[in-house]
């Protein structure tokens, strides 16, 4: 199964696939074109055709070489080194034909994949972009202008991310944003593509040839008279107008080479088209073609001039010797053929994973001029992975059915009942990062591990660090406690375990150091802000018992393992035990995922005891992994398992556990109360424990009768203590 556009090709029949000899490959396909049945010949017949149908697939930007007599260069090193020092060699070429098309719509995924209600996806970065080395380059390119070996070098880089999404859930996730006229999914042997191009290479109807270069971007603008301002300011910018006819320029020459004389039409110069993430400047050029091969007409005009630049063969030289890496099928043309008709694209805005790498790729670029400014050619660069980190959650508001609905029902409901928006609600973009600490006496509990997760999920997600890395490299990493009992780590008897907050982050945030325990709460905006807040230390007067929830997570929720205000992945409806969660009754809402594998509590982590054994559910189920757990697992006190929901009824203990209250034993509402604790703990053991996690855990505060003045309220702190 591949999409391209419109359509998604069903029924495979047989590949073409090339690494050298690119012209071999389209005499292939160019002959099947010939052998098709006429229109004009019987429905019979052209259905007793073995091979009517569609060839659909990429042509990677390295066969550029190939149309020339030359080998692809292959690149010495990479962006991504080390990473990828042993990547082996990929197609140039790869074509699929397939026996039949239908109209694509997002329900027909749902329906023939049996998807799970669709995750969260946001991409965890493993190399992002260089600004560094982008300005040494830019300084190079401009001599390179000067010297007029170019006027113009669309020079990229490229970034990596990991992401426990599948590549059918990033397409589906990306696509309510990302609509575009030339969106693709394709998975070979080699290679998984998931491209939301909007730019048209050329489209070959009979002897017609339509190009489209895309060249000159804005963003959008927050409100309607904002996004309208942008649009004009990109329509009158001239720098942009330049470096657009400079690309339909370069392409009026490459498509002269085989047009019939005095049919180049140029239409639409330099017009704007308005996407969800941004404004694009497009041209429209038409010619009329002799009976030509297809492979002439690429032979002509790939790569596409708006990804080089011009003059094309001395610009691309200049771009081989600063990328130093494959751009791959970026870059390249994904597209379709049929008997009278095919479609290319230029892959833009497009996400690549190689069959033997664990991330995928995504490249990006900009048209360097000589009036180019590197800091703003950088910020455009960075502009166009925006739509990398929104998704089918990152929707504006809607009717509350509308989102109830959403919530409750599947992806083929979502598909159809929520309308793409003009204006997007990028509410994904402005979600904070979290983290919740026992505080006292100005010293915080683990917290060289709270704010080293802090900074590492800020790291993946491309929040700015420039206020929480100072902080966190003011702290020493604290040695590990030589205690091997785990009824011994209880936060306040751990003296080593707790650290000085520094004083001049205490002032520049206005806290105070308290006799009494309290949460602290700390949240980091995408600009790497830092907001801080003071929650009291309520102790908990629930007896103990947990619930299971009847929804479920999806393990693939690339947010489930951040500590984020994007939560709503706990939210659960009133059949569910998630109303309780704040209940006096109930200590936490357990919850597992869609293969029946315990996660987690809504603040805290789980452990079981099996056979005298300590376990806590593994971290590929799908859940945070709290500060106090990572502790316990370093001391080898504890152990990963994948933990099913039978074996947690069936366990002999269950503890929850979490930073700000330590271990606190619990039971499965399912059971009775007093019989179930006494079942699975001794009573001295079950005393014991509760009395110590009341001493160590609970400091009395100097107003105690305040501590219950509501037990039905709600506990001042978000489900996120861990």
């Known amino acids: 199964m591949f999409i391209f556009g419109k359509y998604i090709y069903l029924n495979p029949v047989r590949t073409i696939t090339s690494f050298d000899d690119i012209e071999s490959a389209f005499f292939e396909l160019e002959q099947w074109q010939k052998e098709q049945p006429q229109e004009k010949q019987s429905q019979k017949k052209s259905q007793q055709h073995k091979e009517h149908?569609?060839?659909?697939?990429?042509?990677?930007?390295?066969?550029?070489?190939?149309?020339h007599s030359q080998k692809p260069k292959s690149s010495p090193s990479s962006m991504l080194t080390p990473m990828l020092s042993s990547t082996p060699p990929m197609p140039i070429f790869e074509f699929t034909l397939f026996k039949e098309r239908k109209r694509f719509t997002p329900q027909f995924l749902h329906s023939s994949q049996s998807l799970p209600p669709l995750p969260h996806f946001?991409?965890?970065?493993?190399?992002?972009?260089?600004?560094?080395?982008y300005k040494r380059d830019f300084a190079y390119i401009k001599q390179q202008l000067a010297r007029g070996n170019s006027y113009q070098v669309n020079y990229t880089q490229e970034l990596a991310f990991s992401t426990h999404c599948d590549g059918l859930e990033i397409f589906t996730n990306l696509l309510y944003t990302q609509d575009t006229p030339y969106k693709a999914y394709l998975k070979t042997k080699f290679v998984e593509i998931i491209s939301f191009s909007p730019e048209l290479f050329f489209k070959l109807n009979h002897d017609t040839i339509t190009l489209q270069p895309m060249k000159g971007t804005i963003k959008r603008g927050k409100t309607p008279a904002k996004d309208a301002h942008y649009k004009t300011t990109l329509q009158n910018d001239e720098k942009n107008k330049s470096e657009n006819m400079m690309i339909v320029d370069l392409l009026r020459n490459d498509i002269s080479q085989i047009a019939l004389p005095h049919t180049l039409q140029i239409q639409n110069l330099c017009t704007i088209h308005t996407y969800p993430t941004l404004h694009q400047m497009i041209s429209t050029l038409k010619a009329k073609l002799p009976q030509c091969r297809l492979y002439d007409i690429f032979k002509a005009l790939f790569p596409c001039g708006s990804i080089t630049g011009a003059p094309k063969k001395s610009t691309m030289e200049i771009i081989q010797s600063l990328e130093k890496r494959e751009r791959g099928v970026y870059c390249g043309s994904i597209g379709v053929i049929s008997k009278d008709e095919a479609i290319f694209s230029v892959p833009i805005r497009t996400l690549v994973r190689r069959y033997n790498e664990a991330f995928y790729r995504y490249g990006v670029g900009s048209g360097i001029v000589w009036d180019s400014r590197a800091k703003q050619e950088f910020q455009e660069l960075k502009l166009k992975t925006h739509f990398l980190f929104t998704s089918n959650h990152n929707m504006p508001p809607s009717t509350q059915t509308q989102k109830k609905q959403a919530k409750s029902q599947n992806l083929k409901l979502q598909c159809t009942t929520l309308q793409k928006p003009r204006?997007?609600?990028?509410?994904?973009?402005?979600?904070?990062?979290?983290?919740?600490?026992?505080?006292?006496?100005?010293?915080?509990?683990?917290?060289?591990?709270?704010?080293?997760r802090l900074a590492k999920s800020a790291r993946a997600l491309d929040f700015e660090t420039k206020h929480i890395a100072p902080l966190l490299h003011s702290l020493t990493m604290p040695t590990l406690p030589k205690i091997r009992n785990f009824l011994d780590f209880m936060p306040l008897s751990l003296k080593e375990l707790w650290q000085n907050l520094p004083i001049d982050f205490m002032r520049q945030h206005n806290l105070k150091a308290s006799q009494q325990a309290q949460i602290l709460r700390i949240n980091l905006d995408k600009k790497g802000r830092i907001y801080t807040q003071i929650l009291p230390l309520h102790t908990?007067?629930?007896?103990?018992?947990?619930?299971?929830?009847?929804?479920?997570?999806?393990?693939?929720?690339?947010?489930l393992y951040h500590k984020t205000t994007m939560r709503d992945h706990f939210y659960t409806d009133n059949t569910s035990c998630g109303h309780l969660l704040f209940d006096e009754y109930v200590f936490d809402t357990i919850f597992a995922n869609t293969n029946g594998e315990i996660c987690e509590g809504s603040r805290s982590n789980i452990i079981i005891t099996n056979n005298t054994q300590l376990f806590t559910p593994s971290a590929q189920s799908g859940l945070l992994c709290g500060t106090f757990r990572e502790l316990l697992l370093e001391c080898n006190i504890i152990k990963e398992k994948i933990i099913t929901i039978d074996e947690l009824h069936s366990a002999e203990q269950i503890?929850?556990?979490?930073?700000?209250?330590?271990?606190?034993?619990?039971?499965?509402?399912?059971?009775?109360?007093?019989?179930?604790?006494?079942?699975?703990?001794?009573?001295?053991?079950?005393?014991?424990?509760?009395?110590?996690?009341?001493?160590?855990?609970?400091?009395?505060?100097?107003n105690p009768q305040n501590l219950h003045q509501n037990p039905k309220k709600k506990r001042d702190e978000t489900p996120t203590n861990r």
């Open 423 to 452: 204006f997007q609600d990028f509410r994904l973009q402005k979600f904070k990062l979290i983290e919740t600490m026992l505080f006292q006496n100005g010293r915080v509990f683990l917290l060289y591990k709270h704010l080293n």
């Open 122 to 133: 946001y991409p965890n970065l493993i190399a992002p972009l260089d600004y560094e080395r």
């Open 53 to 67: 149908g569609f060839w659909v697939g990429y042509i990677s930007y390295e066969a550029k070489d190939t149309f």
């Open 655 to 702: 503890f929850c556990i979490n930073s700000v209250r330590g271990i606190t034993p619990v039971f499965l509402h399912s059971q009775p109360t007093s019989e179930s604790m006494q079942k699975s703990m001794p009573e001295s053991t079950l005393d014991s424990t509760l009395e110590s996690i009341r001493e160590s855990t609970h400091k009395p505060h100097k």
């Open 540 to 559: 908990s007067t629930a007896k103990q018992q947990i619930r299971l929830s009847t929804h479920t997570l999806n393990p693939h929720n690339d947010l």
